[in-house]
């Protein structure tokens, strides 16, 4: 059973950047896709980001895309999302996910606990 723990989350004035990170336990991390998703109070859980196992290929939420960077480590089993020019509407709690198939959103699952972002004005 893959354990994820996300970290890097906080309190930042609009304009600025966070580093996120997921750290997955067990060895099988480089066998998975990995995700990003968000929830913001009173909306439901949305897709952020997504990498493939092998780091290759990254897909975005358009509403992130030219602003945020997924990447992973292998050698680390940790998954990164770069977040730059923050805005205040991405103030939520950030979720890091696996998917063993694929990057479809419904196949993510395993989440971690979260990681509150907030963003001020």
């Known amino acids: 059973q893959v354990q994820l723990v996300e970290s890097g989350g906080g309190l930042v004035q609009a304009g600025g950047s966070l580093r996120l990170s997921c750290a997955a336990s067990g060895r099988a991390f480089s066998r998975y896709n990995m995700g990003w998703f968000r929830q913001a109070p009173g909306k439901e859980r949305e897709f952020v980001a997504a990498v493939s196992w092998s780091g290759g290929s990254a897909y975005y939420a358009d509403s992130v895309k030219g602003r945020f960077t997924i990447s992973r480590d292998n050698a680390k089993n940790t998954v990164y999302l770069q977040m730059n020019s923050l805005k205040p509407e991405d103030t939520a709690v950030y979720y890091c996910?696996?998917?063993?198939?694929?990057?479809?959103?419904?196949?993510?699952?395993?989440w971690g606990q979260g990681t509150q972002v907030t963003v001020s004005s």
């Open positions: 996910a696996l998917n063993r198939n694929g990057v479809s959103i419904q196949g993510f699952g395993s």
